[in-house]
């Protein structure tokens, strides 16, 4: 019942087109921005603004990015913030050459599995101190700059502690997710005094400070990431951690290091689509790919029922490797090789059955062996793909006292199923959902992009390749574009899927395609939200242009110069 009620509610929401556009893209809100010079997209004008200026005075895009991400945890601190993790890719013009960064954190050294274990907990609590692991950010920022960056880290963050200090005005959607945030939050030492001080979270248009924030940014960008890793800031975090019966000590802080990592690819009708490898997921994007590229998606065509089962069912096949064998390969050695290669794709593909959703799947046999997401091109052919997140929204609610943000709750995402490859254990990196993406064709820069939002992510990657592949749609229409969201695959928390899980189609699907699906045994469903933020920069090699993209979900702007 209420999946039929669920259908009903879509009739009233299946308009199709955005709007009716002079240039006839059935799907953009808009035009895509081109420029010559400089790109940035991200998901607040102020944050794409700051990168703007930082290209403007000489920095370049991994000076611009780092900016921008600073001002990002300042005025969308419901997605991310320097208590959080950081991945990017990032296309050097100087070396030709991708680059991967690793910059997530580590559980603490002294919380066991026996101790969740001890105290009866089946899962890892969602908010509070326990699933709080080394915020990877600002190590991320430094590793970054140091390897790549041209201006003075006081330059770069300067925006943001400028905005911390002198307030900005609060968009609509962060309002109401600020509002929605500290219902759970508000309980928490440090969550009041930083993001209410006013008695209530700020309204649309109010000018928001956050004096405490801007005092730690002002020592990271003075004293560099020891500044936050160690001494007073550091103290600080583990003293309020433990206080409130939390493991993160100044030893976890101190010991935190980023990583650099090969990012890892498949063909898909000859472009080379780039992800990280694990413990994040972006290869699930890529196993996706695999398995649709034997399809003729093109003739199938947008929106038809064939192509969302055909997606739908490649998904579910997808996740179901994700949740047995992605986790942080210091304990376990993913076979991604094996996972991305286009003999497993062919054997994983003949579970499909293009007249019925299948109900479960099991994980692959193997041979031996709530986010932001923001990019930033320069005039010298550099490019950076960035996803960096507290995890669920505002974070853990852990607010160390005057240092103006959240710690993350990743750590929620570990199992505690013993034996399992994203099992908790002490100092390791849990299973991640953001994820960064980039495409090359022919070995050169063509797009950087990426959608956030936990695991749609994967999803919405593979739908952004296919819709400008195989569909033709601009840079812009590939992200305003319907989205197909599938969710309860098993999780690497250790849930797992029996019934088929849920299909949400997002407005723009025709009842008839919806019910057609029904019949196929897919359970449909209806949901205004949770189909993420997409951001993306394309190079034109011929023009010798940027084209940007930013889509009307979120609050985000594409601009360039």
Not at 125 to 143: I, K, M, N, R, T
Not at 329 to 357: H, N, Q
């Amino acid at each position: 019942m209420r999946y039929l009620i669920s259908l009903c509610l879509t009739l009233f929401f299946i308009d199709g087109a955005a709007q009716d556009r002079i240039t006839g893209k059935s799907f953009a809100t808009r035009s895509e921005v081109i420029a010559q010079h400089g790109m940035a997209a991200t998901s607040q004008p102020l944050a794409t603004q700051v990168a703007l200026d930082i290209l403007k005075q000489g920095g370049n895009a991994i000076d611009a990015a780092i900016a921008a991400n600073a001002v990002l945890g300042l005025v969308e601190p419901t997605g991310n913030g320097i208590g959080g993790d950081l991945f990017a890719i990032i296309w050097d013009a100087k070396t030709e050459k991708l680059y991967g960064l690793n910059a997530s954190g580590r559980s603490p050294y002294n919380l066991t599995l026996d101790y969740f274990k001890k105290n009866g907990y089946t899962s890892i609590p969602a908010y509070g101190p326990l699933p709080v692991s080394v915020p990877g950010a600002v190590d991320g920022w430094f590793e970054m700059h140091k390897k790549f960056g041209t201006m003075d880290m006081q330059k770069i963050l300067k925006p943001a502690i400028d905005y911390a200090n002198n307030g900005f005005p609060v968009s609509e959607l962060i309002a109401w997710y600020m509002e929605q945030g500290a219902k759970n939050l508000q309980k928490f030492p440090g969550f009041r005094e930083t993001y209410m001080p006013n008695g209530n979270t700020p309204k649309k248009g109010e000018i928001f400070k956050n004096p405490g924030l801007a005092k730690t940014l002002d020592k990271i960008a003075k004293g560099g990431k020891d500044a936050f890793y160690k001494g007073e800031v550091a103290k600080t975090i583990a003293d309020y951690m433990q206080k409130l019966g939390g493991f993160l000590s100044e030893k976890d802080l101190a010991d935190h290091t980023s990583e650099w990592v090969e990012p890892v690819s498949v063909n898909y009708r000859g472009y080379d689509v780039w992800e990280l490898p694990p413990n994040g997921q972006g290869i699930a994007a890529l196993q996706i790919l695999n398995l649709l590229e034997a399809y003729d998606i093109k003739s199938m065509g947008f929106g038809s029922q064939e192509y969302i089962h055909t997606f739908t069912e490649a998904k579910k096949i997808a996740f179901e490797d994700r949740a047995k064998f992605y986790a942080d390969p210091d304990f376990y050695k993913t076979p991604v090789d094996w996972l991305l290669s286009k003999e497993y794709a062919d054997e994983r593909r003949k579970l499909i059955d293009p007249e019925r959703a299948g109900k479960s799947f099991p994980a692959g046999k193997l041979k031996d062996g709530d986010t932001i997401y923001m990019t930033v091109a320069d005039g010298d052919g550099n490019m950076v793909s960035l996803i960096q997140s507290n995890y669920r929204g505002m974070g853990s609610g852990m607010t160390p006292t005057g240092l103006g943000f959240i710690l993350q709750d990743r750590g929620e995402l570990f199992t505690l199923e013993e034996g399992h490859a994203n099992v908790y254990a002490p100092h390791k990196r849990p299973f991640h959902t953001i994820i960064p993406a980039f495409v090359t064709k022919d070995g050169k820069p063509w797009l950087s992009f990426g959608v956030m939002g936990g695991g749609t992510q994967p999803q919405a990657h593979a739908q952004i390749i296919v819709n400008m592949i195989d569909f033709g749609m601009n840079l812009q229409e590939a992200g305003d574009a319907p989205r197909i969201l599938h969710s309860g695959s098993s999780q690497p928390t250790g849930e797992q899927m029996t019934d088929g899980g849920v299909l949400t189609l997002e407005s723009g699907i025709p009842y008839e395609v919806i019910r057609e699906l029904v019949k196929m045994g897919h359970k449909v469903s209806w949901n205004v939200g949770s189909y993420g933020g997409y951001q993306a920069i394309m190079w034109d090699a011929i023009n010798k242009v940027y084209f940007g993209a930013s889509e009307s979900r979120k609050d985000g702007q594409a601009a360039g110069y």
